[in-house]
């Protein structure tokens, strides 16, 4: 099964920006669709953006605009580059298989946006 480490999280105040990166323990190279997750203090866990193959991305309407997701096979690595930050972003990312998140969860990365 698919293992995942994600990185890059941290404190950012309102309109900034943070890079999160997901390493995956094998190739990801096959992996049609891959996808960002968060979930915030008392709430559930929701999908933020999926990357396909190809390299089309979608995304949830409350990041669309600000968050951009990428992908790099030659390095079994996923990217989310947020900026325009909000409050409402505070949540902790994980990544994992789209659209059913098959693989195993990582840690995940803590992204707080607060002035």
């Known amino acids: 099964q698919v293992q995942f480490v994600e990185s890059g999280g941290g404190l950012v105040q309102p309109g900034g920006s943070l890079r999160l990166s997901c390493a995956a323990s094998?190739?990801?190279?096959?992996?049609?669709?891959m996808a960002w997750f968060r979930q915030a203090p008392g709430k559930e866990r929701e999908w933020v953006a999926t990357?396909?193959?190809?390299?089309?991305?979608i995304y949830a309407d409350s990041v669309k605009g600000r968050f951009t997701i990428s992908r790099d096979n030659a390095k079994n690595t996923v990217y989310l580059q947020m900026s325009s930050l909000k409050p409402e972003d505070t949540a902790v990312y994980y990544c994992?298989?789209?659209?059913?998140?098959?693989?195993?969860w990582g840690q995940g990365t803590q992204v707080s946006v607060s002035s």
């Open positions: 994992n298989l789209a659209p059913i998140p098959r693989g195993s």
């Open positions: 094998g190739s990801i190279s096959s992996i049609n669709a």
């Open positions: 990357v396909i193959g190809g390299g089309r991305a």
